[in-house]
Nanobody, 125 residues
């Protein structure tokens, strides 16, 4: 069966960095766009960014542009979310998701086919 497993979350001070990983199995990873979402306590799930099947295109929400970078290694069936200059408001559970497409960069949660279980990121001030 398809599995997406996030890792790399943790506690970091404001201004610090973390790199999240999303390891995929059970699917042809190179046929999928990968998105990252987050949900902060008491808030709705928020789109963070997405990367195309071959890594050639990315899109980010304005609040993370210039600080977060999404990449992927199709040989390793893994996508990454590099988070720099972290702020307390970045505190959330982060989720990766995959959509079978080589055409679009999906931005809405309901466009995605598979989801990981999430990893917690906590940024202290």
């Amino acid at each position: 069966q398809v599995q997406l497993v996030e890792s790399g979350g943790g506690l970091v001070q404001a201004g610090g960095s973390l790199r999240l990983s999303c390891a995929a199995s059970g699917l042809t990873f190179s046929s999928y766009a990968v998105g990252w979402f987050r949900r902060a306590p008491g808030k709705e799930r928020e789109f963070v960014g997405t990367i195309s099947w071959n890594g050639g295109n990315t899109y980010y929400v304005d609040s993370v542009k210039g600080r977060f970078t999404i990449s992927r290694d199709n040989a390793k069936n893994t996508a990454y979310l590099q988070m720099n200059s972290l702020k307390p408001e970045d505190t959330a559970a982060y989720y990766c998701a995959a959509k079978a497409t080589r055409v679009v960069l999906p931005r809405r949660a309901n466009e995605y086919d598979y989801w990981g279980q999430g990893t917690q990121v906590t940024v202290s001030s």
